[in-house]
Every structure is written in C-alpha cells, then in structure tokens.
T-cell receptor, first 114, second 116 residues
Framework: DAGVTQSPTHLIKTRGQQVTLRCSPKSGHDTVSWYQQALGQGPQFIFQYYEEEERQRGNFPDRFSGHQFPNYSSELNVNALLLGDSALYLC???FGSGIYQPQHFGDGTRLSIL | GNSVTQMEGPVTLSEEAFLTINCTYTATGYPSLFWYVQYPGEGLQLLLKATKADDKGSNKGFEATYRKETTSFHLEKGSVQVSDSAVYFCALSDRAGGTSYGKLTFGQGTILTVHP
C-alpha cells in the first residue's frame, strides 16, 4: 500500500521563476493539504483541498496556488519565486478533513531558490 | 488564534535515559493533539494522538496525556534508544471558523539526540 508520494524530490530555481510540485495521496484518502517547512522550523499550513476545491487557506500570498484532480492527486504552484520560498514543501493526505483524522505526510520536495 | 509551544532543544540523552519533551497549546476550540516525528531526510510520521481531555496516546513506548486544565500534551518515554534520535513536533488540529476542517498547527520542533 503506497503512502503519500511527492515529486520531484529536489528542485533548484531562480528568483522570478515558477514551479509546480506534485503529490499523490495515500490510497483511500480524499483530502490533500500542503505545508511549507523552513529550515529549523515547524511546518506552516498553506492550503487544503477536498473534492477538487480549496477548503481553507493559511497566511500565504496569492502567488501560492493549487489544484486537486478527480483522482485526488494535487499540485502546488508557486509564481514569481522569492529567495524566502526556499523550504521543504510537504504534502499530507487524510480520509475526510475532520479534526480527528490523522494526516499522513510524504517525504517532501526540497525547493532551493538561487 | 491557535499556537503550539515546545520546549527549547536540542535535547541530548544517553541510551536508556528517561525522556520528556514539553508541549503546551492555545486553541480557540477543543482541539485534537498529535505528536509527529521526523527522521533525517524524511517527511513527518504520526507518532501518537489524543482527541479529548484525559486521553492518553501511546506508540512505540512513547506516551502523552491530553491535559485540558493545563493545556499541555507532554511527550514521555521511559527508556530511549539511539534509533529514537529525530526531530519531534507537537501539533494540534482545531475547528476552523466553525467547520471541522483539520488544519494542523505545529510547534517549532525539538531535536533529540541519543548517544550509546
């Protein structure tokens, strides 16, 4: 039973570019959340998708956008990259989005901005 | 808003020592509480959870009790092993805006190093 898978593992971009990160949820899960983890910090919530719609959003600018597909997989897009966007981006999935459902995390995409 | 505060790290212990990592929280509602562990180069793994007051979560020898009166969820283990070396995150999941969407709020993490 495959867990949450993310691609790519590592990515290097320059300021001003755009990037797309991908996530496949754990089998049977229908909700995907994205988090940004800066070095030495805890993950920060970006947004959550359920039934192909953004359900809630953290304190991130509109440069961060996402999408969920009918097969529940998801993409995170970041436009006009800044040096401060360098971080580990984590995808988490769950069955339903209630507060009792534990979220299962992928290994993340390490994004470096030069 | 919601917040989670963990004890400052890093924590360095000898094998078989007793471990406590303190965690306190602030929440607008009645949250569920979690401990996640992150090994080097990996994502987060759920270690244990508790969903209501006085619940005790436990897994792999780790325990934490949901204390509503002190808004705490301290992580403990009686005898740590070298393989327990990792970063530990306390987190809460609360209702957002009256709905039950489970957004996670994390603490800053505590680095644990266990020496043989």
């Amino acid at each position: 039973d495959a867990g949450v898978t993310q691609s790519p593992t590592h990515l290097i971009k320059t300021r001003g570019q755009q990037v797309t990160l991908r996530c496949s949820p754990k089998s049977g899960h229908d909700t995907v959340s994205w988090y940004q983890q800066a070095l030495g910090q805890g993950p920060q919530f970006i947004f959550q998708y359920y039934e192909e719609e953004e359900r809630q959003r953290g304190n991130f600018p509109d440069r961060f956008s996402g999408h969920q597909f009918p097969n529940y997989s998801s993409e995170l897009n970041v436009n006009a990259l800044l040096l401060g966007d360098s971080a580990l981006y984590l995808c988490a999935s769950s069955f339903g989005s209630g507060i009792y459902q534990p979220q299962h995390f992928g290994d993340g995409t390490r994004l470096s901005i030069l | 808003g919601n917040s989670v505060t963990q004890m400052e790290g890093p924590v360095t212990l000898s094998e078989e020592a007793f471990l406590t990592i303190n965690c306190t929280y602030t929440a607008t509602g009645y949250p569920s509480l979690f401990w996640y562990v992150q090994y080097p180069g990996e994502g987060l793994q759920l270690l244990l959870k508790a969903t209501k007051a006085d619940d005790k979560g436990s897994n792999k020898g780790f325990e934490a009790t949901y204390r509503k009166e002190t808004t705490s969820f301290h992580l403990e283990k009686g005898s740590v092993q070298v393989s327990d070396s990792a970063v530990y995150f306390c987190a809460l999941s609360d209702r957002a805006g009256g709905t039950s969407y489970g957004k996670l709020t994390f603490g800053q993490g505590t680095i644990l190093t266990v020496h043989p």
